[in-house]
């Protein structure tokens, strides 16, 4: 039996609808879960759960490991929202977990970990986790697209995660308009990259689409891309349509991201990666023919963690003493 205390970083993502936590050791996830987010009511009502749900992974940790004690020496938190990192600050955060910017995130954090916090923004989080642990290691340009909720974008370039003057380089992939007459975007642009094709907005426009009432997705209560990719796969050809559709904006988001940061590798994340067979080549094989680069030299790759990326970042920027 171990007699000593053993170290963990607890890392937190922050998303949309779930709260990921994650007790990392040397390079490990230990255990993880998730809870409901709630996140328009914001984080405060949500941290006596994290705490909880943190003790219990800390309890399981020790008896499964016959540990003495298991201490967190560590936190990351990984926020949808414009962080700057070196201030530990959040900037702006957009209808979820609004009250962030006026808690002291590190004041908790020390009384309920005695720890030291890292903030980073949960595309650049994930972008960390794949670039240093996962699908991206030894590379020097990456991007990482994660396609969930909304779609979240990164951009490591000549060795370096891009950061800019306020804090927003390389996250706005999603919100680069594809369509400048298209519909309004929760960003206030038309037409983005996701507001035509991400989890968010698949009621705004499927259900508009003609012989929607007789397809099988009017049955589906909440529309997502695993519904949608199960109705297709069975032969539904409104469903069809609208993976069809979808692929194309994807393609030509990897098109504008491609041009604009001329990466080795795009590393893809979030639910929708998992929930799709073969994205990465189809997405490759809709690359738009015009693209400057030739697309056969930049590879397109699933992420080795697609739900988890921002914890394994998050522990990474921990042991680098971050
Ligand atoms: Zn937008």
Known sequence: MSSKTSMVHLALDLGGTRIKLGLLHAGQLLISQSLPAN???????????IE??????????????????VSVSGVSMAIPGVVDSEQEEVKSINDKY?????????????????????????????GFGEWQLGAGQKVRNMVMVTL??????????????LR?????????????PLERHGPPCNCLANGCG????????????????????????????????KAIFNAANQGDGLAQDVVSQSLDIWSHVLFQLISAYDPEIIVLGGGISQAAENLAEQLHQRLPKTLWIDPQKVRIVPAYHPSSAALFGGHWLLSQGR
């Open 164 to 176: 800019g003057s306020h804090h927003v380089a390389g996250n706005l992939g999603g919100h680069l």
């Open 148 to 161: 969930g909720t909304g779609i979240g974008t990164c951009a490591i370039v000549d060795g370096h995660m």
């Open 194 to 225: 996701e507001r035509l094709a991400s989890t968010w907005s698949l009621p705004e426009w499927v259900p508009t689409l003609p012989g929607f009432s007789t397809s099988a997705l009017a049955q589906i209560k909440s529309l997502d891309y």
């Open 52 to 69: 909880s749900a943190v003790d219990q992974m800390i309890q399981k940790i020790v008896f499964d490991s016959f540990a003495d004690s």
């Open 98 to 126: 609004v009250d962030v910017r006026e808690m002291n995130l590190p004041a908790w954090v020390q009384r309920a970990w005695d720890a030291p916090l890292i903030l980073e923004n949960d595309a650049r989080m994930a």
């Open 39 to 49: 996140s328009h009511q914001g984080l405060r009502p949500n941290l006596e759960r």
